[in-house]
């Protein structure tokens, strides 16, 4: 008897029909509070050696229909290891994923996820470092703690850099992208982590939808709010996640910003760069250039080719975190995107893009971060390093 269940963190679906395994019948399931779905997490129980035609009937009316094109669906038995079904397509309007389960319990979503727990293991992960001080900036609309994890002390001359992940809570590639850059950056033998610990100050916000994540949302928050459309006026009530970090980062101070996303339609890792913010100046675009061609040289996964056309964002520009803070504070500030697909200029045909490849990105990223750091900052580096070895 074949059984279909999402009541677990971030699991989402709706059921249909389940009476013929070569055509159960599934429709995405909308935010909690929005119209935006897209996102699906769940579990199929006693179907191993089966043949499974699962049919999502709604794929069309999905946030990013387009993304469907080339999209395959992820699986794993032990929700460790996740891998492509090659059997997916999108067709009239409906995706649909033909499958044989080797096993009786097989998960089945739209990108490996990342859970509620792991997310507190991380954070928990962190704090044991002496490098790291962990803050709870407020609640979020359901009364979870909005986490900060900041790394190096706030000795006068610092840059403040600020990471934040996870605005749209499907996006889960974002989480694990900041899981990557944390375990590098808190490494006491990596000499790029140990240079960046002692001349910057880093704010990372590993979740700033932690009620959409566990929600199973792909876009909003618990209020309905798509947190990436409120930093020009967040509210304290609907939009606390933003309210709550836009205040501390107006306290601290910014020198680089990094906003971590997936984009569900191109197959590439791009950023989304800050040319239309209206205060964007010459040295603003030699700065961002300058970080450009250093994530380059850093990640082979990392292109320039492809990614947003102009004017995607229109009168919502400076809505968005990334052109907020780079009209705001006149520092580098960018949108990164990864795939939900698979990187098309190094694709894995068994996993296509993933959690793995997402922590070596953010691993990555320490390297443009510290060229920016040291390009921009006093030299008191010698005396910091010297200061953190005798902690
Ligand atoms: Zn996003």
Partial sequence: MVKITSAFDSGAIEVLSLDDPANIRLRLRKDNAADFHQWFHFRLTGAAGLPLRMVFENAATAAYADGWHGYRCV??????????????????????????????????????????????????RAERSPQVRLRNLGLTVEGRDLDLVT?????????????????????????????????RLLDPADPVARKLRAQAVLHIVPNMNPDGAVRGNLRTNAAGRNLNREWRAPDPVASPEVFLVRAEMERTGCGLFLDIHGDETLPYVFFSTAEEVPSFTAAAAAAQARFIEAFLAASPDFQTTEGYKPGRFGEELLTLASKWVANHFGCVSLTLEMPFKDNALLPDEAVGWNGARSKRLGAAMLDPILRHVATCSQPTLDSAILQETNT
């Fill in 75 to 124: 699986a794993s038995y032990d929700r460790q290891n996740w891998f492509r079904i090659e059997g997916t397509r999108y067709h009239d309007g409906q995706l649909v994923v033909e499958h044989v389960p080797e096993r009786d319990s097989v998960f089945y979503a739209y990108f490996e996820p990342y859970s509620h727990e792991r997310h507190l293991d991380l954070v928990a």
């Fill in 151 to 183: 790394v190096g002390g706030d000795a006068p001359g610092r840059m403040p850099v600020w990471i934040i992940a996870r605005q749209h809570p499907g996006e889960t590639m974002a989480e694990w992208f900041v899981e990557g850059l944390l375990e």
